[in-house]
Protein backbone atom coordinates (compact mmCIF):
# COMPACT_ATOMS: atom_id res chain seq x y z
CA UNK A 1 0.00 0.00 0.00
CA UNK A 2 1.19 3.41 -0.45
CA UNK A 3 1.92 6.15 2.03
CA UNK A 4 -1.43 7.77 3.35
CA UNK A 5 -0.69 10.79 1.34
CA UNK A 6 0.00 9.25 -2.05
CA UNK A 7 -3.15 7.13 -1.23
CA UNK A 8 -5.15 9.85 -0.70
CA UNK A 9 -3.86 11.35 -4.03
CA UNK A 10 -4.75 7.90 -5.89
CA UNK A 11 -7.97 7.79 -4.94
CA UNK A 12 -9.24 11.39 -6.16
CA UNK A 13 -7.15 10.58 -9.15
CA UNK A 14 -8.99 7.32 -9.82
CA UNK A 15 -12.53 8.96 -9.18
CA UNK A 16 -11.50 11.81 -10.66
CA UNK A 17 -10.69 10.18 -14.27
CA UNK A 18 -14.08 7.40 -13.68
CA UNK A 19 -16.96 7.86 -15.88
CA UNK A 20 -18.94 5.15 -13.51
CA UNK A 21 -18.86 5.13 -10.22
CA UNK A 22 -20.74 2.75 -7.56
CA UNK A 23 -20.58 2.96 -3.70
CA UNK A 24 -21.47 0.19 -1.24
CA UNK A 25 -22.04 1.34 2.24
CA UNK A 26 -23.07 -0.34 5.78
CA UNK A 27 -24.05 0.20 8.93
CA UNK A 28 -20.39 2.05 9.39
CA UNK A 29 -21.16 5.25 7.45
CA UNK A 30 -24.22 6.26 9.68
CA UNK A 31 -22.46 5.30 13.17
CA UNK A 32 -21.02 8.47 13.16
CA UNK A 33 -24.54 10.11 13.12
CA UNK A 34 -24.87 8.01 16.18
CA UNK A 35 -26.88 5.11 14.35
CA UNK A 36 -25.63 1.37 16.17
CA UNK A 37 -24.10 -1.18 13.70
CA UNK A 38 -25.00 -4.85 14.25
CA UNK A 39 -21.33 -6.24 15.11
CA UNK A 40 -19.32 -3.83 16.86
CA UNK A 41 -18.96 -3.42 20.44
CA UNK A 42 -22.27 -2.05 21.27
CA UNK A 43 -23.49 -3.74 18.02
CA UNK A 44 -27.39 -4.59 17.98
CA UNK A 45 -26.16 -8.13 17.30
CA UNK A 46 -24.34 -8.14 20.80
CA UNK A 47 -27.32 -6.87 22.84
CA UNK A 48 -30.26 -8.84 20.93
CA UNK A 49 -30.90 -12.09 19.44
CA UNK A 50 -31.76 -11.60 15.41
CA UNK A 51 -33.75 -14.84 15.71
CA UNK A 52 -36.42 -13.18 18.50
CA UNK A 53 -36.37 -9.75 16.13
CA UNK A 54 -35.74 -10.23 12.11
CA UNK A 55 -36.61 -12.95 10.78
CA UNK A 56 -40.39 -13.60 9.46
CA UNK A 57 -40.99 -16.39 12.37
CA UNK A 58 -40.38 -13.85 15.44
CA UNK A 59 -42.83 -11.88 13.66
CA UNK A 60 -45.01 -14.20 13.31
CA UNK A 61 -44.92 -15.77 16.48
CA UNK A 62 -45.08 -12.49 18.49
CA UNK A 63 -45.47 -9.69 16.04
CA UNK A 64 -46.08 -6.98 19.19
CA UNK A 65 -42.84 -7.88 20.31
CA UNK A 66 -40.91 -7.15 16.87
CA UNK A 67 -43.00 -4.05 16.46
CA UNK A 68 -41.88 -2.87 19.72
CA UNK A 69 -38.13 -3.06 18.61
CA UNK A 70 -38.64 -1.69 15.57
CA UNK A 71 -40.25 1.26 17.72
CA UNK A 72 -37.45 1.65 19.66
CA UNK A 73 -35.02 1.81 16.38
CA UNK A 74 -37.61 4.32 14.40
CA UNK A 75 -37.37 6.29 17.77
CA UNK A 76 -33.70 6.43 17.87
CA UNK A 77 -33.27 6.91 14.13
CA UNK A 78 -35.31 9.45 14.36
CA UNK A 79 -33.36 11.53 16.18
CA UNK A 80 -30.65 11.38 13.94
CA UNK A 81 -29.16 13.04 10.70
CA UNK A 82 -27.25 12.43 8.43
CA UNK A 83 -23.34 13.31 8.79
CA UNK A 84 -20.46 14.48 6.36
CA UNK A 85 -19.81 11.07 4.74
CA UNK A 86 -23.60 10.96 3.62
CA UNK A 87 -23.31 14.39 2.38
CA UNK A 88 -20.23 13.79 0.16
CA UNK A 89 -21.74 10.41 -1.47
CA UNK A 90 -24.59 12.72 -2.40
CA UNK A 91 -22.35 15.38 -3.90
CA UNK A 92 -20.61 13.11 -5.81
CA UNK A 93 -23.66 11.42 -7.23
CA UNK A 94 -24.79 14.87 -8.19
CA UNK A 95 -21.14 15.08 -10.17
CA UNK A 96 -21.62 12.24 -12.27
CA UNK A 97 -24.27 11.21 -14.58
CA UNK A 98 -23.44 7.17 -14.01
CA UNK A 99 -23.45 6.63 -10.52
CA UNK A 100 -25.05 4.19 -8.27
CA UNK A 101 -25.79 3.86 -4.64
CA UNK A 102 -26.65 0.26 -3.15
CA UNK A 103 -27.11 0.59 0.81
CA UNK A 104 -27.74 -2.13 2.94
CA UNK A 105 -28.77 0.64 5.59
CA UNK A 106 -32.52 0.73 6.59
CA UNK A 107 -32.33 4.40 8.17
CA UNK A 108 -33.23 6.82 5.32
CA UNK A 109 -29.81 8.95 6.41
CA UNK A 110 -28.69 8.71 2.57
CA UNK A 111 -31.94 9.83 0.87
CA UNK A 112 -31.65 12.83 3.99
CA UNK A 113 -28.35 13.62 2.52
CA UNK A 114 -29.56 13.93 -0.95
CA UNK A 115 -29.33 10.75 -2.83
CA UNK A 116 -31.81 9.60 -5.28
CA UNK A 117 -29.79 6.98 -7.19
CA UNK A 118 -30.03 4.02 -4.92
CA UNK A 119 -30.40 0.35 -4.23
CA UNK A 120 -31.54 0.09 -0.51
CA UNK A 121 -30.66 -3.74 -0.24
CA UNK A 122 -32.28 -4.51 2.68
CA UNK A 123 -35.48 -1.88 2.70
CA UNK A 124 -36.72 0.51 4.72
CA UNK A 125 -37.07 1.43 8.31
CA UNK A 126 -39.69 4.23 7.43
CA UNK A 127 -42.02 2.19 5.36
CA UNK A 128 -44.23 -0.33 5.86
CA UNK A 129 -46.02 -3.77 4.09
CA UNK A 130 -48.98 -5.13 4.11
CA UNK A 131 -48.79 -9.24 5.10
CA UNK A 132 -51.96 -9.56 3.35
CA UNK A 133 -52.43 -7.44 0.12
CA UNK A 134 -48.56 -6.73 -0.29
CA UNK A 135 -49.15 -2.99 -0.40
CA UNK A 136 -45.64 -0.92 0.86
CA UNK A 137 -46.26 2.60 2.21
CA UNK A 138 -44.36 5.60 3.74
CA UNK A 139 -45.01 5.43 7.35
CA UNK A 140 -42.49 7.80 9.57
CA UNK A 141 -45.37 7.63 13.01
CA UNK A 142 -43.28 7.78 15.92
CA UNK A 143 -44.00 5.09 17.76
CA UNK A 144 -46.28 3.15 15.29
CA UNK A 145 -49.46 1.92 17.00
CA UNK A 146 -49.37 -1.49 17.79
CA UNK A 147 -50.68 -3.81 16.10
CA UNK A 148 -50.13 -1.39 12.82
CA UNK A 149 -52.91 -2.59 10.03
CA UNK A 150 -52.76 -1.62 6.20
CA UNK A 151 -55.38 1.13 5.57
CA UNK A 152 -55.91 -0.67 2.26
CA UNK A 153 -57.61 -3.87 3.80
CA UNK A 154 -57.38 -4.07 7.06
CA UNK A 155 -54.24 -6.75 6.72
CA UNK A 156 -51.40 -6.64 9.54
CA UNK A 157 -48.63 -4.35 8.46
CA UNK A 158 -44.61 -5.58 8.97
CA UNK A 159 -41.76 -3.54 8.51
CA UNK A 160 -40.52 -2.85 4.92
CA UNK A 161 -37.40 -4.68 6.22
CA UNK A 162 -35.23 -7.97 4.94
CA UNK A 163 -35.06 -10.20 7.48
CA UNK A 164 -32.65 -13.31 8.00
CA UNK A 165 -34.12 -16.45 5.97
CA UNK A 166 -35.46 -14.07 3.45
CA UNK A 167 -34.39 -13.12 0.04
CA UNK A 168 -33.71 -9.88 -1.08
CA UNK A 169 -35.71 -7.30 -3.71
CA UNK A 170 -35.08 -8.72 -7.27
CA UNK A 171 -35.27 -5.72 -8.92
CA UNK A 172 -32.72 -3.76 -6.14
CA UNK A 173 -30.06 -6.67 -6.25
CA UNK A 174 -30.14 -6.86 -10.20
CA UNK A 175 -29.88 -3.23 -10.05
CA UNK A 176 -26.78 -3.23 -7.57
CA UNK A 177 -25.12 -6.05 -9.51
CA UNK A 178 -25.79 -4.72 -12.43
CA UNK A 179 -23.94 -0.80 -10.71
CA UNK A 180 -20.71 -3.36 -9.32
CA UNK A 181 -20.40 -5.23 -12.65
CA UNK A 182 -20.56 -1.54 -14.76
CA UNK A 183 -18.28 0.60 -12.43
CA UNK A 184 -14.93 1.98 -13.04
CA UNK A 185 -14.64 2.84 -9.32
CA UNK A 186 -16.50 1.19 -6.44
CA UNK A 187 -15.99 3.08 -2.86
CA UNK A 188 -16.86 0.43 0.20
CA UNK A 189 -17.81 2.54 2.92
CA UNK A 190 -18.41 1.04 6.37
CA UNK A 191 -19.33 -2.84 5.75
CA UNK A 192 -18.05 -5.72 7.99
CA UNK A 193 -18.33 -7.54 4.49
CA UNK A 194 -19.58 -10.63 5.89
CA UNK A 195 -23.42 -10.30 4.66
CA UNK A 196 -24.52 -11.77 1.37
CA UNK A 197 -25.54 -11.31 -1.58
CA UNK A 198 -23.99 -7.51 -0.55
CA UNK A 199 -20.38 -8.90 0.25
CA UNK A 200 -20.48 -10.02 -3.29
CA UNK A 201 -20.86 -7.01 -4.82
CA UNK A 202 -17.03 -5.81 -4.53
CA UNK A 203 -15.32 -9.29 -5.80
CA UNK A 204 -17.92 -8.62 -8.53
CA UNK A 205 -16.77 -5.84 -9.62
CA UNK A 206 -13.03 -6.17 -9.14
CA UNK A 207 -13.41 -9.45 -11.06
CA UNK A 208 -15.14 -6.64 -13.68
CA UNK A 209 -12.25 -4.42 -13.67
CA UNK A 210 -13.08 -2.09 -11.17
CA UNK A 211 -10.22 -0.18 -8.65
CA UNK A 212 -12.02 -0.86 -5.52
CA UNK A 213 -11.66 1.60 -2.73
CA UNK A 214 -12.53 0.55 0.87
CA UNK A 215 -13.25 3.06 4.15
CA UNK A 216 -13.74 1.51 7.33
CA UNK A 217 -12.55 1.83 11.22
CA UNK A 218 -11.35 -1.68 11.12
CA UNK A 219 -9.81 -3.78 8.75
CA UNK A 220 -12.43 -6.68 7.24
CA UNK A 221 -12.59 -9.33 5.05
CA UNK A 222 -12.83 -6.68 1.69
CA UNK A 223 -9.69 -5.50 2.40
CA UNK A 224 -7.87 -8.19 0.64
CA UNK A 225 -9.90 -7.40 -2.55
CA UNK A 226 -9.40 -3.89 -2.44
CA UNK A 227 -6.92 -1.49 -4.22
CA UNK A 228 -6.83 0.88 -1.36
CA UNK A 229 -8.28 0.51 2.14
CA UNK A 230 -8.20 3.72 4.36
CA UNK A 231 -8.67 2.93 8.31
CA UNK A 232 -10.93 5.64 9.94
CA UNK A 233 -13.97 7.34 10.65
CA UNK A 234 -15.93 7.41 7.83
CA UNK A 235 -17.37 10.77 8.37
CA UNK A 236 -13.60 12.20 8.22
CA UNK A 237 -12.36 9.89 5.64
CA UNK A 238 -15.02 10.05 2.86
CA UNK A 239 -15.17 13.53 2.69
CA UNK A 240 -11.56 14.29 1.92
CA UNK A 241 -11.52 11.67 -0.80
CA UNK A 242 -14.32 12.38 -2.45
CA UNK A 243 -13.54 15.96 -2.20
CA UNK A 244 -11.58 15.63 -5.82
CA UNK A 245 -11.09 17.81 -8.82
CA UNK A 246 -13.07 16.39 -11.20
CA UNK A 247 -10.49 17.69 -14.08
CA UNK A 248 -7.83 14.59 -14.16
CA UNK A 249 -4.22 15.26 -13.27
CA UNK A 250 -1.63 15.02 -16.56
P1 LIG B 1 -21.89 -4.39 10.61
O1 LIG B 1 -22.32 -3.96 11.97
O2 LIG B 1 -21.74 -5.84 10.35
O3 LIG B 1 -20.50 -3.71 10.24
C1 LIG B 1 -20.30 -2.33 10.42
C2 LIG B 1 -18.93 -2.01 9.89
O4 LIG B 1 -18.73 -0.60 10.02
C3 LIG B 1 -17.76 -2.69 10.63
O5 LIG B 1 -16.87 -3.25 9.68
C4 LIG B 1 -17.09 -1.54 11.40
O6 LIG B 1 -15.68 -1.70 11.52
C5 LIG B 1 -17.43 -0.36 10.51
N1 LIG B 1 -17.50 0.93 11.23
C6 LIG B 1 -18.00 1.20 12.45
N2 LIG B 1 -17.96 2.50 12.73
C7 LIG B 1 -17.42 3.09 11.64
C8 LIG B 1 -17.11 4.46 11.29
N3 LIG B 1 -17.37 5.46 12.12
N4 LIG B 1 -16.56 4.70 10.08
C9 LIG B 1 -16.29 3.66 9.21
N5 LIG B 1 -16.56 2.38 9.49
C10 LIG B 1 -17.12 2.09 10.68
O7 LIG B 1 -22.89 -3.70 9.56
P2 LIG B 1 -23.18 -4.09 8.04
O8 LIG B 1 -21.95 -4.53 7.36
O9 LIG B 1 -23.94 -2.96 7.47
O10 LIG B 1 -29.01 -6.59 7.81
O11 LIG B 1 -24.13 -5.33 8.23
C11 LIG B 1 -24.77 -5.90 7.13
C12 LIG B 1 -26.17 -6.33 7.49
O12 LIG B 1 -26.13 -7.16 8.64
C13 LIG B 1 -27.09 -5.18 7.89
O13 LIG B 1 -27.66 -4.51 6.79
C14 LIG B 1 -28.13 -5.88 8.70
C15 LIG B 1 -27.27 -6.84 9.50
O14 LIG B 1 -27.88 -8.01 9.90
C16 LIG B 1 -30.33 -6.48 7.97
O15 LIG B 1 -30.85 -5.80 8.82
C17 LIG B 1 -31.10 -7.23 6.96
Not at 96 to 113: K, P
Request: hydrophobic share 40%; with cysteine.
Amino acid sequence: MPDQHSAIQQARDRLARAGAITVLTGAGISADSGVPTFRGADGLWRNFRAEDLATPEAFQRDPNLVWAWYNWRRELIATKRPNPAHYAVAELERRRDCFWLVTQNVDGLHQAAGSRKLSELHGNIWKVRCTVCEKVTENREVPIPIPPTCLACGGLLRPHIVWFGETLNATDLDHGMKAAASCEVMVIIGTSGIVYPAASLAPLARAAGAFVIEINREPTPLGGIADLSFQGRASEVVPVLLDFDDRPSE
